[in-house]
C-alpha cells in the first residue's frame, strides 16, 4: 500500500445481488475504499500534510462481467494527483484476472472545519 498503488481483496459471498451475482455496489463500495485510502496517503506522504483531509466529489464504474464466487481484488492507481484534487482508476479483477469493473474516483483535498 503507497500513494502509486493500494491493492484489496474482498469476498463475494455476502456480497451479492438476489440472483446470485457480485452486487455492483459491492463493487462501487471497495472501489470508493481503495481510491479514498490512497487519496489520503498522497495528502498525508506525498504533500506530507497531517491536516488535510479528503472528500469524494464523483466515482463512476463500467461492470464488463460478473462474479459469482471467490474474491474480487481491486487495484488502484493514480491518475492525476495534486494539492487540491485526486484522480485515481480502480481495476476490479476476479482470481483469474480476469477484469471485472473499471471505476474513477476523484477526490478534493480540503481543510477540516471546525
Not at 484489496?8 to 475504499?33: C, D, F, K, W, Y
Request: net charge neutral; glycine share 8%.
Amino acid at each position: 500500500m503507497s500513494p502509486e498503488k493500494i491493492v484489496s481483496r474482498m469476498p463475494v459471498v455476502n456480497n451479492e445481488q438476489t440472483i446470485g451475482i457480485m452486487h455492483g455496489g459491492a463493487h462501487l463500495l471497495h472501489a470508493e475504499t481503495v481510491a479514498s485510502i490512497a487519496a489520503l496517503l498522497h495528502v498525508r506522504i506525498s504533500l506530507e500534510d497531517e491536516n488535510r483531509i479528503v472528500v469524494g466529489t464523483e466515482l463512476n464504474a463500467t461492470h464488463h462481467r460478473q462474479a459469482r464466487e471467490g474474491h474480487t481484488y481491486a487495484t488502484c492507481t493514480p491518475i492525476s494527483v495534486g494539492r487540491q484534487m485526486t484522480s485515481h482508476e480502480i481495476v476490479i479483477t476476479n482470481e483469474d484476472g480476469k477484469r471485472l469493473s473499471t471505476a474513477r474516483m476523484t477526490n478534493l483535498i480540503i481543510e477540516p472545519k471546525g
